[in-house]
């Protein structure tokens, strides 16, 4: 048996639809002293993604090294810790991607991996986060919501149910 995946990002937000929905005491800004001096992006890649694609083939690895360069740049830059985006900063971010690259190259090697890293964070207890910025970047702006929708665009259509 088989069920349609969601094609909206709403469908996937959870609790939270909206940045301004969300009380201040659960914004990742608030949290930006447990988060000094962590490199929680590199803890991610060493503690999960390799362990989970071992072996780690040389295209993930470049994709792993330029999405985790450019998000911490980009997130340093906004004078914020790469763990605590607000959906503004993941907005910019996007924004940043499309000047060169193509919707695939931004959704592929940078979108998803970064995505992901957020989706790991608000499932871990030992994180404070009750949402994914992306997710909600995807809901609220254009530039996050293209990359989005190329997403949904080149995705199978369905998936079974287990």
Known sequence: MSRRKGIHPEQYAGVY???DEIPERY????YASQYEGEDTWQ???DDVLVPTHEPVSNSMQKSIR?????WREHMANRERH???ARPVDAEAWCRDLFD???KKTCYEHYF???YQFYDHMVQTSGHPHVYNPLLLAA???DYAEQVWRYRIENRPEVVDRE
Do not use: D, P
């Open 66 to 70: 330029l999405a985790g360069e450019s």
């Open 27 to 30: 914004r990742l800004e608030t």
């Open 43 to 45: 803890e991610y890649v």
């Open 100 to 102: 060169g690259r193509s």
């Open 112 to 114: 998803v991996r970064i």
């Open 17 to 19: 639809q909206r940045y």
């Open 139 to 141: 809901i609220e702006h």
């Open 82 to 84: 790469h763990a605590l």
